[in-house]
């Protein structure tokens, strides 16, 4: 049967059709590839600006090198600008045992033991302080075992209540992150910003400058001074807090003592100097634990007590104190020179 002249011309008809569908696939198709090469390339050029940037980032934390980690330090010197737990810990993985040869360990209590003098070009002794404020023992040992493993073999160590009243890190994680971090984190971010602050005395009532210095002293007294250290006194004897114990951190200091000892590290520790009165509304609770950290010790002649008759006239003048416990700066600057005065008798350089 013959195909009639309609179909045929229905056909012809069609056909152009056909052809422009099938070239509008193909240039649809084209497009969706040409789109697919665009955005492929366009995260390739977003991660190469990514990697460009962190590689940017790194190279110049290295070139600031604000802990002291990668470059040599015999000839810099690196205060703490922000976080004192972390800088103080990062600083004693290299600073601080290149640098000096002697250590201050301890709580807020010995934190503003101001050693500078000690550490001019022509004496032998270098000390720096690596107390870190409202520290336990948990937070204290990391600093102290980067120091032991750096070389550092003398040490004063600050025996206080307060270093076992709880146990584990209050802030911050010790360990291998926080060298990562020295690389490039938001706490090194804000380690630089508030540097800037302190270094411009934009925030002096919050960040004063040269706050903890290059010796790791902590001259927080203007921060924490009270206007009658008397009636303070008075205060916390009637809130009568209880020295709490940790048993976790009474452990730890024990085996802190003994690595010391295993080490042959060249120690003296003492206990502060409690004002007076507040010595003896606690003295049951002081006795007992300067009990404990002798049987830890095993050794008298490392131990020196400021809170017996002999020093009861430095712990009954008001002068000598910023508050219940803390020294003020003729407090602390009495306390020191006996302190270095009694290592250095101890184990001569």
């Known amino acids: 049967?013959?195909?009639?002249?309609?179909?045929?011309?229905?056909?012809?008809?069609?056909?152009?059709?056909?052809?422009?569908?099938?070239?509008?696939?193909?240039?649809?198709?084209?497009?969706?590839?040409?789109?697919?090469?665009?955005?492929?390339?366009?995260?390739?050029?977003?991660?190469?600006?990514?990697?460009?940037?962190?590689?940017?980032?790194?190279?110049?934390?290295?070139?600031?090198?604000?802990?002291?980690?990668?470059?040599?330090v015999s000839n810099r010197s690196l205060p703490v600008y922000y976080?004192?737990?972390?800088?103080?810990?990062?600083?004693?993985?290299?600073?601080?045992?290149?640098?000096?040869?002697?250590?201050?360990?301890?709580?807020?209590?010995?934190?503003?033991?101001?050693?500078?003098?000690?550490?001019?070009?022509?004496?032998?002794?270098?000390?720096?302080?690596?107390?870190?404020?409202?520290?336990?023992?948990?937070?204290?040992?990391?600093?102290?075992?980067?120091?032991?493993?750096?070389?550092?073999?003398?040490?004063?160590?600050?025996?206080?209540?307060?270093?076992?009243?709880?146990?584990?890190?209050?802030?911050?994680e010790f360990g291998p992150k926080l060298y990562i971090g020295a690389l490039g984190s938001k706490n090194l971010l804000d380690t630089y910003i508030v540097g800037l602050i302190r270094h411009y005395d934009l925030m002096p009532a919050k960040f004063p400058r040269n706050q903890i210095n290059e010796f790791g002293v902590n001259r927080f007294g203007d921060l924490y001074k009270v206007e009658n250290v008397k009636e303070k006194i008075e205060k916390v004897i009637k809130a009568d807090k209880e020295l709490t114990v940790d048993s976790i951190a009474l452990h730890e200091l024990q085996l802190f003592i003994q690595k010391l000892k295993d080490e042959h590290i060249q120690f003296v520790g003492y206990f502060h100097p409690i004002p007076a009165e507040v010595l003896a509304s606690k003295r049951k609770e002081y006795e007992h634990f300067e009990h404990t950290v002798r049987q830890f010790v095993n050794d008298d002649n490392k131990l020196i007590n400021f809170n017996t008759s002999e020093f009861e006239h430095f712990t009954t003048d008001y002068s000598n104190y910023i508050d219940h416990g803390h020294l003020s700066v003729k407090g602390q600057g009495i306390l020191t020179k006996i302190l270095v005065a009694e290592h250095t008798r101890r184990y001569p350089l």
């Not at 002249?5 to 509008?24: C, G, R, W």
């Not at 977003?46 to 802990?67: K, M, R, T």
């Not at 972390?86 to 290299?94: E, G, H, R």
Request: charged share 20%.
């Open 83 to 172: 976080n004192e737990r972390v800088s103080k810990y990062l600083l004693s993985k290299n600073y601080i045992p290149e640098k000096f040869n002697t250590v201050i360990v301890g709580t807020s209590l010995s934190a503003n033991l101001d050693i500078s003098e000690f550490n001019n070009d022509q004496d032998k002794l270098k000390i720096y302080n690596a107390s870190l404020m409202g520290a336990n023992i948990s937070e204290l040992r990391p600093v102290a075992d980067n120091l032991v493993e750096g070389g550092i073999k003398r040490m004063i160590i600050c025996f206080s209540p307060y270093m076992i009243k709880n146990s584990g890190s209050k802030e911050v």
């Open 1 to 72: 049967m013959k195909p009639s002249v309609n179909s045929l011309k229905n056909e012809t008809l069609q056909q152009p059709e056909n052809v422009i569908s099938q070239a509008d696939s193909s240039v649809g198709h084209e497009s969706f590839l040409a789109k697919e090469v665009s955005a492929t390339r366009f995260i390739k050029i977003i991660f190469l600006w990514v990697v460009a940037g962190a590689v940017l980032v790194v190279g110049v934390n290295l070139w600031i090198d604000i802990y002291g980690l990668f470059r040599p």
